[in-house]
Nanobody, 120 residues
Framework: LQLQASGGGLVEPGVSLRLSCAAS????????IGWFRQAPGKERERVAC????????IYPDAPKGRFTISRDNAKNTVYLQMDNIEPEDTAVYYC??????????????WGQGTLVTVSS
């Protein structure tokens, strides 16, 4: 069971960016997938999670409204659409999962992370 996060980079404030979490070795549709981030010097925090089967998205209070999580089951990939990016979004973004039909927020298996740097 592996997760591969990608799509990060250096971007300017206000733009949009889409991160991908590609799953391999399992059918991600049956798993809850969560996105987390860790900024320099800060603790890891929750960003978005999508439940298994019904694919209901869950967002914490921040950055609610700017980020959207979605699935493409045909590609076995979960996306994090980031709109109106802010400098405070600078962090390493990780995706994670746990067990089949598990609930948010999963934390057993982690991808390697992708760095998002927001700077003008």
């Amino acid at each position: 069971l592996q997760l591969q996060a990608s799509g990060g980079g250096l971007v300017e404030p206000g733009v949009s960016l889409r991160l991908s979490c590609a799953a391999s070795g399992f059918d991600s549709e049956l798993y809850a997938i969560g996105w987390f981030r860790q900024a320099p010097g800060k603790e890891r925090e929750r960003v978005a999670c999508i439940s298994s089967s019904s694919s209901i998205p869950i967002y914490p209070d921040a950055p609610k409204g700017r980020f959207t999580i979605s699935r493409d089951n045909a590609k076995n990939t979960v996306y994090l659409q980031m709109d109106n990016i802010e400098p405070e979004d600078t962090a390493v973004y990780y995706c994670a999962t746990d067990r089949p039909m598990g609930s948010c927020w999963p934390s057993r298996y982690w991808g390697q992370g992708t760095l998002v740097t927001v700077s003008s």
